[in-house]
């Protein structure tokens, strides 16, 4: 159990008394660690022991790091590696982030610290897998969801696939589906003793997301020429459109009732939505939606179509988000750390996750987190002055 102090008024999160050893790395790891961390887990990120790494530049930006505490180790030296099998020892998982074969060199073979914790949970996170012909190669989100044919499906017909934020790959295939697969093996853990790997794949993960869309091709009901389907915004009812004040909209009227609800509300009345399925009537029907959609504000629009059941809604910037009504309602956003963020997701009714700790700075928490891990006064002395270990304490510098 961690000795961090908490709010008694809290109630502790689904993951509370579980230790997670964080390998320092970008993207789906951080993200991963945020959402055990916002369940309540316990996590301490290993961050190198580099003065560049460990500068005066407020972290409260990287919202991802949120829920953790840093010690900075110089994984270098023999004696920093030691220090880690000594914290896998004490720890239920591990996260790394690193290629294949990385931390068998450094000495953290997933064999060798099973051995010494055979109840350990070891998450590896890459983007095209443990093994494999590319496996070794670098890449990013947009290199992992080419080949998962996510990619190729995007787009308007006669264009090239567009450039989607990074979220399929990097964070939905990744960082979600690390974050499943641990817990899948935290419970075999619990159950049977036995640790395992848990390899996890940007590649697979977007692939699986895919996999609606696999058995909607093989049936007949999804075209690999891109911009033809009714969820690639070839379909009128399923598409964005631009208002008179230069705002958009989304409109996602799939079902005939809700579409016939929309082309109600908007006064549509000559178009027919009983054939609402009719490839041919589609460009046509665009076009009216467009011309109508620009005679009105988003506003004037959400005031008409927000409160029926014609599944549309208002394209709202980040800086917008936070104050729809909606999510206003739900409390779905907060201010924490000096930063307006999402809340943790999802929410459960007995044991309500929480953001608990703010970003820290690499090492802001070295020598007492390191301590609570089972790691003497004396042998902390050792470890900072040999230059394993840095520590630059809670004074941080303030913007």
């Known amino acids: 159990?961690?000795?961090?102090?908490?709010?008694?008024?809290?109630?502790?999160?689904?993951?509370?008394?579980?230790?997670?050893?964080?390998?320092?790395?970008?993207?789906?790891?951080?993200?991963?660690?945020?959402?055990?961390?916002?369940?309540?887990?316990?996590?301490?990120?290993?961050?190198?022991?580099?003065?560049?790494?460990?500068?005066?530049?407020?972290?409260r930006?990287?919202?991802?790091?949120?829920?953790?505490?840093?010690?900075?180790?110089?994984?270098?030296?023999?004696?920093?590696?030691?220090?880690?099998?000594?914290?896998?020892?004490?720890?239920?998982?591990?996260?790394?982030?690193?290629?294949?074969?990385?931390?068998?060199?450094?000495?953290?073979?997933?064999?060798?610290?099973?051995?010494?914790?055979?109840?350990?949970v070891i998450g590896r996170m890459t983007g095209w897998g443990q093994d494999g012909p590319l496996a070794p190669r670098a890449?990013?989100?947009?290199?992992?969801?080419?080949?998962?044919?996510?990619?190729?499906?995007?787009?308007?017909?006669?264009?090239?696939p567009p450039v989607p934020l990074n979220l399929i790959g990097d964070f939905g295939g990744g960082g979600m589906y690390l974050a499943f697969g641990v817990l899948c093996a935290l419970h075999h853990a619990a159950r049977t003793g036995q640790g395992q790997v848990v390899d996890a794949a940007m590649l697979d993960g977007a692939l699986s997301l895919m996999t609606m869309f696999f058995g909607m091709r093989q049936s007949g009901m999804w075209s690999d020429e891109r911009g033809t389907n009714f969820l690639d915004g070839s379909a009128p009812f399923y598409d964005t459109y631009e208002t008179r004040d230069g705002g958009f909209v989304a409109v996602g009227a799939i079902e005939p009732e809700f579409w016939a609800n929309l082309l109600r509300r908007m006064e549509l009345h000559d178009i027919d939505p009983r054939c609402q399925r009719d490839?041919?009537?589609?460009?046509?029907?665009?076009?009216?939606?467009?011309?109508?959609?620009?005679?009105?504000?988003?506003?004037?629009?959400?005031?008409?179509?927000?409160?029926?059941?014609?599944?549309?809604?208002?394209?709202?910037?980040?800086?917008?988000?936070?104050?729809?009504?909606?999510?206003?309602?739900?409390?779905?956003?907060?201010?924490?750390?000096?930063?307006?963020?999402?809340?943790?997701?999802?929410r459960l009714s007995r044991t309500p996750p929480d953001l608990g700790l703010p970003p820290p700075r690499p090492g802001e928490h070295t020598r007492p987190a390191l301590g609570d891990w089972g790691i003497t006064e004396t042998e902390l002395d050792e470890l900072e002055k040999s230059g394993t270990i840095g520590w630059r304490g809670p004074a941080w510098p303030k913007d």
């Open 279 to 346: 490839r041919s009537t589609w460009p046509d029907t665009r076009q009216r939606l467009a011309a109508a959609f620009r005679t009105r504000t988003r506003e004037e629009w959400c005031s008409l179509l927000e409160g029926f059941d014609a599944c549309f809604s208002p394209v709202l910037a980040m800086a917008e988000a936070g104050s729809h009504a909606h999510l206003k309602a739900r409390d779905s956003m907060t201010e924490a750390f000096g930063m307006l963020q999402p809340r943790p997701a999802p």
């Open 139 to 160: 890449g990013h989100d947009i290199n992992y969801i080419a080949l998962s044919g996510a990619l190729h499906a995007m787009g308007k017909a006669g264009e090239k």
């Open 61 to 120: 930006h990287d919202l991802m790091s949120r829920g953790r505490r840093s010690a900075a180790v110089d994984l270098k030296q023999p004696e920093g590696m030691a220090l880690v099998r000594r914290l896998c020892a004490r720890a239920d998982v591990l996260l790394e982030g690193f290629r294949p074969g990385v931390i068998e060199r450094l000495g953290l073979a997933p064999e060798i610290l099973l051995h010494e914790n055979p109840r350990l």
């Open 1 to 59: 159990m961690s000795n961090i102090e908490t709010d008694p008024s809290r109630n502790p999160g689904p993951l509370a008394g579980v230790r997670v050893l964080e390998l320092a790395g970008i993207g789906p790891v951080p993200f991963c660690g945020m959402l055990l961390a916002d369940m309540g887990a316990e996590i301490l990120r290993v961050d190198r022991a580099d003065p560049v790494l460990r500068s005066d530049r407020n972290p």
